[in-house]
Structure formats: structure tokens, C-alpha cells
């Protein structure tokens, strides 16, 4: 992909062979990388007055921002593709799904898809350090989950860019206060880039002095052995099922069965589909 640098006594060396080897040996070694993901001003906004909208509907659901902030939940636009169709396509965009295939296999599942909205001088819990994995401290030599998270708005030290801890996905427990002061990165990328990291790195989100709203969507995509967060079967109702492809990410296939029967008639159509 590149020339090779000039180095002493090494004798093995990484080669990659097309720009998604680059960014899978990133996530790799640092734990994140940035996309570009081609979404242009037009698109962007669309995006913004989705979100937007989706948090209006759901403010409406639950009574007001107000319940939302007793139980730390404000700010944050939840499943969105069980609100909006165009989310489905957001979630499934070819140049994730890409490096997706590279880091998780064949098989994931869309666990969730959330909106995250940090204001200017706001206070929110996700400018605390935390991993999309919550609560878990171990470490596995490939990814579990891989995050995606859709820059809608610019992400700058102006605007509260994400923080990352390069390497912190291959450690179980947070670092040292010291060590944190040291080593964190704060990630800089433009509207309509996607940053790429398993979801076991320790990030947080930056302060907001911008002025304006930054927006983003987070998307994690796990191995069909965790559960969805919210069921997209079930707010879905059957849309997008009989694609393969989205049938699969979006959770169809693996649903927990209601019963033995249920299950294995469910495993009896996937047979006899494959016969066709």
C-alpha cells in the first residue's frame, strides 16, 4: 500500500494491501480510526432535522425533558431506525459495513443506534470515561463490538470532539488519573466522517464552547451473541426482513426463541430457503 520505511534488525512487518487493511491495523493497535464516509452538506442536514425530530417525538413519549434528566437519559435520540426507515440505511453504509466484514466476520447485529447530543456548556454523562461495553473489564484478541460513530457535526476542541485513550482496549481496568492526563487524544474530524473504534476503548466526549449543537450518531455493532439494547424486530415489525443482508444486521436472526418449537421451525425455514 505504501513504501516501507527505513528501520534496523526488524525482520517482520505489516503489509497492508487496500485502505481498509489500514484502518483494521488501527483499530488494532490505537483502538479507533476516522472515515471519511462521502455524506455531503445536503445529506447532513437531513440528518440533523431527523434527529432532531426524533427526539421531539420521543420527548412527547416519555412527558418531557424533564423525566428524561431524572434518569440520566437527556440528550440522547434512541433507535432511531424504529422511528425512521432512513436510519436503516445510515446504519448499513457500504464503507462500515466494509470494514466491518474485516474486524467482526460475517455475522453481526446492529445492537444499537443512538443519536448523542452535546450541547454548549451542557453537562452530559458521556463526557465521562466509559466503554460502549459498559460495565465489562476484560479483553479479547479480536473485537466483541465495534463502534461507529457519525460525526453529523464537526468535531473539534471547539465543539467537544470525542476523547480517546489509544490502546485501552487491550487493558481490563482504567488507567491511572496520571496516566489518563498523559495519554489522552482528543479526535478532530470534519462533518460526515465516521470515527471507527472497538467498542472496549475508553472514550468520553469533550465540552462544547462552540455555541451551536454537536451532533452524532453512535452505532454499535456486536457479534450475534449480545443482545440487541432495544429490539429492532419488534419496533420494526417485520420491514426489512426479507433482505438478507439487513435481516441479519438489523437482528431478525437472532431473536430468542419463544419456544423449542418456535425455534426450530424458525431454523427449518432458514433450511428450506437454502434448497431454493
Known amino acids: 500500500m505504501s513504501s516501507e520505511l527505513r528501520t534496523h534488525a526488524v525482520r517482520e512487518f505489516r503489509r497492508n494491501a487496500d485502505e481498509d487493511d489500514y484502518h483494521v491495523e488501527a483499530v488494532g493497535r490505537a483502538g479507533y480510526t476516522v472515515l471519511a464516509s462521502g455524506l455531503g452538506g445536503e445529506e447532513l442536514r437531513l440528518i440533523r432535522e431527523k434527529v432532531?425530530?426524533?427526539?421531539?417525538?420521543?420527548?412527547?413519549?416519555?412527558?418531557?425533558?424533564?423525566?428524561?434528566?431524572?434518569?440520566n437519559d437527556a440528550d440522547i435520540a434512541r433507535c432511531l431506525a424504529g422511528y425512521d426507515d432512513y436510519f436503516v440505511g445510515v446504519a448499513a453504509?457500504?464503507?462500515?459495513?466494509?470494514?466491518l466484514r474485516r474486524l467482526l466476520g460475517d455475522f453481526f447485529v446492529l445492537m444499537s443506534q443512538n443519536a448523542v447530543f452535546v450541547r454548549p456548556a451542557g453537562h452530559h454523562y458521556q463526557a465521562t470515561w466509559h466503554r460502549d461495553l459498559n460495565y465489562q473489564h476484560f479483553v479479547s484478541s479480536r473485537p466483541l463490538a465495534v463502534s461507529?460513530?457519525?460525526?453529523?457535526?464537526e468535531f473539534s476542541p471547539e465543539t467537544g470532539g470525542t476523547h480517546v485513550l489509544p490502546g485501552s482496549h487491550k487493558s481490563e481496568e482504567f488507567p491511572s488519573a496520571e496516566y489518563v492526563?498523559?495519554?489522552?487524544?482528543?479526535?478532530?474530524?470534519?462533518?460526515?466522517?465516521?470515527?471507527?473504534?472497538?467498542?472496549?476503548?475508553?472514550?468520553?466526549?469533550?465540552?462544547?464552547?462552540?455555541g451551536r449543537v454537536r451532533r452524532a450518531v453512535n452505532h454499535i455493532y456486536t457479534l450475534p451473541l449480545i443482545r440487541q439494547q432495544i429490539s429492532l424486530p419488534r419496533m420494526l415489525?417485520?420491514?426489512?426482513?426479507?433482505?438478507?443482508?439487513?435481516?441479519?444486521l438489523l437482528g431478525?436472526?437472532?431473536?430468542?426463541g419463544e419456544s423449542v418449537r418456535q425455534w426450530r421451525e424458525?431454523?427449518?425455514?432458514?433450511?428450506?430457503?437454502g434448497k431454493q
Do not use: W
Open 252 to 256: 431478525y436472526d437472532y431473536e430468542t
Open 266 to 273: 424458525g431454523k427449518l425455514g432458514k433450511a428450506e430457503e
Open 52 to 71: 432532531d425530530a426524533v427526539y421531539a417525538r420521543q420527548l412527547d413519549e416519555i412527558g418531557g425533558e424533564e423525566r428524561l434528566r431524572r434518569m
Open 93 to 99: 453504509h457500504p464503507r462500515v459495513v466494509s470494514l
Open 148 to 153: 461507529a460513530l457519525l460525526c453529523v457535526d
Open 181 to 210: 492526563r498523559g495519554h489522552e487524544t482528543q479526535v478532530s474530524a470534519p462533518a460526515g466522517s465516521i470515527i471507527v473504534f472497538d467498542a472496549m476503548l475508553f472514550h468520553r466526549s469533550g465540552d462544547n464552547r462552540s
Open 237 to 248: 415489525g417485520g420491514k426489512f426482513s426479507d433482505d438478507p443482508f439487513l435481516r441479519g
